[in-house]
């Protein structure tokens, strides 16, 4: 079984700044898009980052110049350093991967179940 599990959350002031990781297990064959997404509360989920395996990054406009993704392939491991943090950053921190588990000819979607960012003074 695969599993993806999120750390670093936590409690920042503004304009401070924090790094999440996600660390996939499991029967994992190799993993090709990574990502970090976001919900607040009352609000829908939206992508924050994302990765390919080739090191490829995209970010959202409201994250650009202050976020930064990026993995590490030998440890299946996804990372967010944010910086410059806003209390509009407040909210849970999802991680998201697309992988082959190991005998499979196909491509899997995994979710994390989350870690908590609250910006506020």
């Known amino acids: 079984q695969v599993q993806l599990v999120e750390s670093g959350g936590g409690l920042v002031q503004p304009g401070g700044s924090l790094r999440l990781s996600c660390a996939a297990s499991?029967?994992?064959?190799?993993?090709?898009?990574m990502g970090w997404y976001r919900q607040a509360p009352g609000k829908e989920r939206e992508l924050v980052a994302d990765?390919?395996?080739?090191?490829?990054?995209n970010y959202a406009d409201s994250v650009k110049g202050r976020f930064t993704i990026s993995r590490d392939n030998a440890k299946n491991t996804v990372y967010l350093q944010m910086n410059s943090l806003k209390p509009e950053d407040t909210a849970v921190y999802y991680c998201?991967?697309?992988?082959?588990?190991?005998?499979?000819?196909?491509?899997?979607?995994?979710w994390g179940k989350g870690t908590l960012v609250t910006v506020s003074s």
């Open positions: 998201n991967a697309f992988l082959w588990t190991t005998g499979l000819d196909r491509v899997m979607n995994y």
């Open positions: 499991g029967s994992i064959f190799s993993i090709n898009d």
């Open positions: 990765i390919t395996s080739g090191g490829s990054t």
